[in-house]
């Protein structure tokens, strides 16, 4: 049974590097990726405080945050695609629309 | 006795006045109808009957009214007929307050008006008629409808003239006829020449309008009417006034009426040719001769002499006036017959003795025997009629030759025209009984009473003046018809033992035959222009002057001076004595008649005839003419300064045309100097304003708001680069914050 301060820590280091990821990959496909990596943290840390608490109102919302991601990455997708079909690239450095 | 009553009828009944205004309104009619149509007249002869029947209507018309005139007694003896009131005059400050003057457009058919009216109509006709045969070449080249309307149209303006009832219609005939003359003298206006002189007649009577103007505003002034018969009667109410005082100027009313006088008379100089405006007539032969004979001789230049005799009553009460009228008209008679001496153009002689003739006429005007002044424009008007209209037909008879150097023998080959012209000869000179001598000694002998009776040395004057104009009319005459009609013919191509005829200057620009007009058999044989015998002119032609001749023949028995009175008597004086202003001082007429008799007796019987037969000495019997040039080689400059005509347009070259040129090319220099130069500096000035002003608003204004967007720019700059539009660079701040 790994200590609450161990799972913390690997939830921690699990939402820095999709942070990272998020901020530094060009692609969109490996920013969704690591969108998924920070919910997979959060679901972590969910499970962790759930446990520490002996409640399974934690547990449930980690399915919860499962489904949600499913739902999620179909859009996300489907966006990436749209994008792809529009610009002829899944690269964000070139997607910049907004630059003032 | 059926005829009788039916005349006696016509004379008893009342005159209808509704048909006045047909006299000048006919001739008017035929001017525009030809004016406006005759350039399509394929016939020329449709313009002669539209041109000689309105004048022969309006003839009739006169001839109808003048006849219906002798019927009524003397002092009903007017007819008026307003035609409709012109315009109003309202308001205008006269000498009797504020006057509402309507002018009428009204005509006035009265013993003088009648009688000018029936000149203008019959001798007007006469000279229609001539210029069908004159104007031969203009009717193939379609200017002969542009002169008959011209004609027509002076004819109108000179109806109106002497039939207008008051001075406003008086002054519009007065222009109308100043009009028709210049557009009839450049009627050749593609000669230079002709448009010159033209431009000068036309110059010329305006300088007299001016005067004739300034007296009928006087005269509106101080009577505040411009109706002849009411001025008239007011004269007698102005004369009793103390004071008159216009302009804040004050003097006597004679003073006034002298005034009045002298401005006319101006007027009557320009139109009437007298010195020293009478340099546009000799000119005014540069038009066609019957112009110069219809208004040239018998019908314009005697409008001064109407004018003067309508407004007697201003001229008889003007001592000043007269006596001008009477030194410029001998002086004019005299300095004008000296310069027809030594003229070869016989047009140009006739001309001066035009000129001459009217200072006679103005000599009885300044006697104040106004009804021998106007007599003599009437006898005048025959026998100049006839003498231009015969010249004409000479002119035409030796190929448009003017020069009399180069006729000579004429009298052989147009028999016509040489009796004709012999009778107006004979009258012009004053040989008794032609008409010349009725009317210029009755003319001579008011103004030598002037002095026997009246004691007046200007008057002494003017008769030896005119005494000797007299005898050069006499000496020029016959120098005229002698050098014209004896002799041999001296034309082209025939022989000139003497060597008289000079280059002629003559430009043929119509064909060689165009000459004849109508009689086609006449050299047409010799097949060009030279050699060939003047002969007759057709009828059309010679008897409209036979016809004038007759007149000058009878015409003086119409006016028997007083002291002949067992040979008839003066119908024509008590004919237009109800218009002449009575002063009152009936002085009767207490004779002498021993001395008249003795004056008319050496003119007619010495004077005229010695200067006839010193003519017929020195030109006609010594063919080679060599008294005169023994005479002129005698006195070169004498000569030469006659000939040249005293060199008075010279003169008034050098003293008034050339300084007034002077003046109109300082004055076209300071405008295009000073004016344009004023206008273009304000011009340059504006724009160098506006260069400045641009360059500001360029500069300044543009670089502010520039300076402002600029400083925004800048600070925009930084601000942009926050704006990646990279999404994960939001994202990071997000992270961040």
């Not at chain 2, 020069?403 to 000869?425: C, E, Q, V, Y």
Request: hydrophobic share 55%.
């Amino acid at each position: 049974m790994p200590s609450m301060n161990a799972v913390l820590f690997i939830s921690f280091l699990l939402f820095s590097v999709g942070v990272a990821g998020v901020l530094i990959r060009r692609n969109v496909l490996i920013i969704l990726m690591c969108v998924e990596l920070m919910l997979n943290a959060a679901n972590l840390n969910l499970i962790a405080f759930a446990r520490h608490s002996g409640t399974v109102a934690g547990q449930a919302f980690a399915l919860l945050v499962m489904g949600l991601a499913a739902a999620e990455v179909t859009i996300g997708l489907a966006l990436v695609v749209a994008l792809y079909r529009k610009k002829d690239t899944i690269q964000v450095d070139q997607i910049n629309l907004l630059k003032g | 006795m059926t005829m009788e009553s039916t005349v006696s009828t016509a004379l008893s009944m009342p005159i209808h006045s509704s048909v006045l205004w047909l006299i000048p309104f006919l001739p008017l009619f035929g001017a525009i109808l030809n004016g406006a149509t005759g350039r399509r007249a394929r016939n020329p002869k449709l313009v002669d009957a539209i041109a000689l029947g309105s004048m022969a209507l309006s003839f009739l018309l006169v001839l109808c009214c003048f006849a219906q005139l002798l019927g009524q007694a003397p002092e009903n003896r007017s007819v008026n007929q307003t035609l409709w009131s012109w315009f109003e005059l309202g308001g205008a400050k006269v000498l009797g307050g504020v006057t509402q003057n309507t002018m009428a457009w009204a005509y006035k058919f009265d013993p003088l008006s009648g009688a000018m009216a029936l000149l203008v109509t019959g001798v007007g006709f006469l000279i229609h008629l001539f210029s069908t045969g004159y104007m031969a070449e203009e009717r193939n080249d379609g200017t002969y409808y542009r002169f008959m309307a011209y004609l027509n149209l002076f004819v109108f303006s000179m109806l109106n003239l002497v039939l207008g009832a008051n001075m406003i219609i008086m002054f519009l005939g007065w222009e109308g006829v100043g009009l028709c003359s210049y557009l009839l003298i450049g009627f050749y206006f593609e000669r230079e020449y002709a448009a010159i002189a033209g431009k000068k007649a036309f110059v010329t009577n305006r300088i007299g309008d001016f005067g004739f103007l300034i007296g009928f505003f006087l005269i509106f002034m101080i009577f505040g009417a411009t109706d002849f018969d009411t001025l008239m009667g007011m004269t007698r109410g102005i004369l009793a006034m103390p004071q008159i005082t216009l302009f804040g100027i004050t003097h006597a009313p004679t003073w006034w009426f002298n005034l009045i006088g002298c401005c006319l008379f101006v007027g009557a100089c320009g139109k009437s040719a007298q010195i020293p405006l009478y340099v546009w007539l000799p000119d005014a032969m540069a038009g066609p001769t019957p112009v110069s004979a219809l208004i040239h001789a018998a019908t314009m230049v005697t409008s001064g002499l109407y004018m003067i005799t309508r407004m007697n009553f201003i001229y008889i009460n003007a001592p000043v006036a007269l006596s001008l009228v009477l030194f410029i008209g001998a002086l004019t008679a005299i300095v004008a017959a000296s310069m027809g001496l030594a003229q070869y153009d016989i047009k140009k002689v006739l001309a001066y003795s035009t000129v001459s003739q009217l200072g006679f006429m103005f000599m009885g005007m300044g006697a104040g025997a106004f009804s021998a002044g106007m007599f003599h424009v009437f006898t005048h008007a025959f026998f100049k009629a006839a003498l231009f209209l015969g010249s004409g037909s000479v002119i035409m008879a030796c190929h448009h030759e003017q020069d009399m150097r180069n006729m000579g023998g004429l009298r052989k080959h147009m028999p016509w025209t040489f009796a004709s012209m012999g009778i107006a000869t004979l009258a012009i000179a004053g040989i008794f009984p032609f008409s010349g001598f009725f009317s210029k000694d009755e003319i001579l002998w008011k103004v030598f009473e002037g002095w026997y009776s009246g004691g007046s040395t200007l008057s002494l004057l003017a008769w030896i003046m005119g005494m000797l104009a007299a005898f050069m009319t006499a000496f020029y005459m016959v120098r005229l018809m002698v050098m014209t009609f004896y002799g041999d013919y001296r034309g082209a191509g025939h022989a000139d033992p003497y060597g008289l005829t000079v280059p002629s200057e003559v430009v043929h620009h119509a064909a060689p035959d165009d000459g004849h007009g109508h009689d086609a058999h006449g050299h047409d044989a010799h097949g060009h222009g030279h050699a060939h015998v003047p002969t007759e002119v057709p009828w059309n032609m010679w008897l409209p002057v036979a016809i004038l001749a007759g007149l000058a023949l009878i015409g003086g028995f119409l006016n028997i001076p007083h002291s002949l009175h067992w040979i008839g008597s003066s119908h024509f004086s008590e004919w237009i004595s109800p218009l002449l202003f009575q002063t009152g001082a009936h002085h009767a007429h207490e004779g002498a008649p021993a001395i008249e008799y003795i004056l008319m007796g050496v003119a007619t019987l010495v004077w005229a005839p010695g200067a006839m037969l010193l003519a017929w000495v020195f030109y006609a019997q010594d063919p080679s003419w060599a008294r005169p040039k023994a005479f002129v080689k005698r006195f070169p400059e004498l000569f030469e300064w006659v000939n040249a005509k005293y060199y008075v347009d010279e003169f008034y070259e050098a003293a008034f045309i050339g300084p007034c040129k002077q003046l109109g090319a300082q004055l076209w220099a300071f405008d295009s100097l000073a004016v344009d130069g004023m206008v273009n500096g304000a011009a340059r000035f504006t724009l160098i304003i506006s260069h400045a002003c641009h360059w500001f608003d360029a500069n300044i204004v543009d670089g502010l708001v520039n300076l402002v967007a600029w400083i925004l720019q800048q600070i925009s700059l930084g601000f942009r680069k926050f704006q990646s539009g990279r999404v994960q660079n939001y994202a990071f701040v997000k992270f961040l914050a």
